[in-house]
């Protein structure tokens, strides 16, 4: 078991949160995507509809340990206080008597917002001091930033050094969708695996074949698989580094009983770009001169019965390159069947949760992760400092914890 907000009576009390305010902004630093805030506003309104004082604490961009200009949160205020319903102060500083000053100004339902936490070094080198600084700003701390969970910084890790950690809303949903996935999912569980590199899913697919019942690999990673089968792959994506690791993979499987499905026809073009001749063929037949970028509508098929019969389904990278056309059918294919079933059906990782938001079915599943890193670090079954901390014995904190 792990704390949550949940579990704790906010009013009179000055809570520090850490968020993911991480937001796209244009040349004029106006937001282009608020998804980041929207899933925050959850646990926000917890705290101040119970008394609590929201002392939020984020970070935007790539300042560097320097303050600079376009990566303030000061862009943030405005929006964020509409989707209050309520003004929310600025502090110029994270730390010291610029932040003290406004914390100290708040009244029971209030909210104030700190300067970026990448404004200093000692942010992300998890510096204690700089956590000990954060903590003199609150009496208890709740992380509901699962996007940065896998990163031991002062904000997420370093600051429960001191204060007890909550688990919010939307962190507590992270953890419990993904540990359902992992731990005790309703059978069969099906995994669907994409995007470009083995390598950068090497330990995920490792950890789910000891875990699901079908693990259904499409994107340019399958071509890795295919070529250690003996395949003549063209053009097609390959790390000939990663050849051995695929063939023990697929052996693996064999040996526990898994199945692991690659793709049996393909779509090939000879480059990359919208409009483009393409062709759809067996996997036997690609051309040395071509490259597939997409599963073909005899996978599509295949894929879509083995998933039909699943109580689970966790979805992780595209099915080819779906950001250029024609490329993006079997991706959308995926994300259109997945709101058909009736499953739990988990979406993580950045290019396969982009995929199902610009195709509108990201309310149609049943959880789509925020997080990219953490939750491919959460699938290989690693322990996530930013996790941990809500686990932890309060009882033997820093003095002055819980004030």
Same mark, same amino acid.
């Given at each position: 078991?792990?704390?949550?907000?949940?579990?704790?009576?906010?009013?009179?009390?000055?809570?520090?949160?850490?968020?993911?305010?991480?937001?796209?902004?244009?040349?004029?630093?106006?937001?282009?995507?608020?998804?980041?805030?929207?899933?925050?506003?959850?646990?926000?309104?917890?705290?101040?509809?119970?008394?609590?004082?929201?002392?939020?604490?984020?970070?935007?961009?790539?300042?560097?340990?320097?303050?600079?200009?376009?990566?303030?949160?000061?862009?943030?205020?405005?929006?964020?206080?509409?989707?209050?319903?309520?003004?929310?102060?600025?502090?110029?500083?994270?730390?010291?008597?610029?932040?003290?000053?406004?914390?100290?100004?708040?009244?029971?339902?209030?909210?104030?917002?700190?300067?970026?936490?990448?404004?200093?070094?000692?942010?992300?080198?998890?510096?204690?001091?700089?956590?000990?600084?954060?903590?003199?700003?609150?009496?208890?701390?709740?992380?509901?930033?699962?996007?940065?969970?896998?990163?031991?910084?002062?904000?997420?890790?370093?600051?429960?050094?001191?204060?007890?950690?909550?688990?919010?809303?939307?962190?507590?949903?992270?953890?419990?969708?993904?540990?359902?996935? @992992?731990?005790?999912? &309703?059978?069969? $569980?099906?995994? !669907?695996?994409?995007?470009? +590199?083995?390598?950068? %899913?090497? =330990?995920?697919?490792?950890?789910?074949?000891?875990?699901?019942?079908?693990?259904?690999?499409?994107?340019?990673?399958?071509?890795?698989?295919?070529?250690?089968?003996?395949?003549?792959?063209?053009?097609?994506?390959?790390? @000939?580094?990663?050849? &051995?690791?695929? $063939?023990?993979? !697929?052996?693996?499987?064999? +040996?526990?009983?898994? %199945?692991? =499905?690659?793709?049996?026809?393909?779509?090939?073009?000879?480059?990359?770009?919208?409009?483009?001749?393409?062709?759809?063929?067996?996997?036997?037949?690609?051309?040395?001169?071509?490259?597939?970028?997409?599963?073909?509508?005899?996978?599509?098929?295949?894929?879509?019965?083995?998933?039909?019969?699943?109580?689970?389904?966790?979805?992780?990278?595209?099915?080819?390159?779906?950001?250029?056309?024609?490329?993006?059918?079997?991706?959308?294919?995926?994300?259109?069947?997945?709101?058909?079933?009736?499953?739990?059906?988990?979406?993580?990782?950045?290019?396969?949760?982009?995929?199902?938001?610009?195709?509108?079915?990201?309310?149609?599943?049943?959880?789509?992760?925020?997080?990219?890193?953490?939750?491919?670090?959460?699938?290989?079954?690693?322990?996530?400092?930013?996790?941990?901390?809500?686990?932890?014995?309060?009882?033997?904190?820093?003095?002055?914890?819980?004030?």
């Amino acid at each position: 078991m792990f704390r949550t907000i949940r579990d704790i009576n906010f009013a009179g009390r000055k809570v520090l949160i850490r968020v993911d305010f991480n937001v796209p902004l244009d040349e004029k630093l106006n937001i282009t995507d608020d998804t980041r805030i929207r899933m925050a506003i959850p646990t926000l309104k917890h705290i101040i509809d119970n008394g609590g004082r929201a002392i939020i604490m984020s970070h935007l961009g790539r300042p560097k340990g320097q303050p600079v200009e376009k990566y303030s949160l000061k862009s943030v205020v405005k929006h964020l206080s509409d989707l209050l319903g309520k003004p929310v102060a600025f502090a110029e500083d994270c730390i010291g008597e610029k932040a003290a000053a406004v914390v100290n100004n708040l009244k029971n339902g209030d909210v104030a917002l700190l300067e970026n936490l990448r404004f200093h070094n000692e942010e992300e080198k998890n510096d204690p001091a700089f956590a000990k600084a954060l903590a003199a700003l609150g009496d208890i701390f709740v992380s509901d930033a699962f996007g940065t969970a896998h990163r031991a910084h002062a904000s997420t890790a370093g600051i429960a050094d001191t204060l007890p950690a909550y688990a919010g809303l939307l962190m507590e949903k992270e953890i419990n969708y993904l540990g359902k996935v @992992t731990t005790s999912p &309703d059978r069969p $569980l099906v995994a !669907i695996m994409g995007g470009a +590199k083995v390598s950068d %899913k090497m =330990l995920v697919i490792e950890n789910l074949l000891e875990k699901v019942d079908s693990l259904l690999i499409g994107g340019g990673m399958a071509f890795t698989f295919l070529k250690a089968q003996g395949y003549d792959i063209g053009k097609s994506l390959c790390e @000939t580094d990663k050849l &051995d690791l695929a $063939l023990k993979l !697929i052996e693996k499987a064999k +040996k526990s009983g898994r %199945k692991l =499905l690659l793709p049996i026809d393909v779509v090939t073009a000879t480059e990359i770009k919208e409009g483009t001749a393409t062709r759809t063929l067996d996997i036997s037949q690609i051309p040395a001169n071509e490259l597939g970028l997409d599963i073909g509508p005899k996978t599509i098929e295949a894929f879509a019965a083995e998933l039909k019969t699943a109580k689970t389904v966790l979805w992780n990278g595209p099915m080819g390159v779906f950001e250029t056309k024609p490329f993006d059918v079997g991706t959308r294919r995926i994300a259109e069947l997945l709101t058909t079933l009736k499953a739990t059906t988990v979406v993580g990782g950045g290019d396969s949760v982009a995929a199902i938001e610009q195709m509108g079915a990201a309310d149609k599943v049943s959880h789509v992760s925020t997080g990219g890193g953490a939750c491919l670090e959460f699938l290989e079954g690693q322990t996530l400092p930013g996790i941990a901390i809500f686990s932890r014995d309060i009882n033997n904190l820093a003095e002055g914890a819980g004030k």
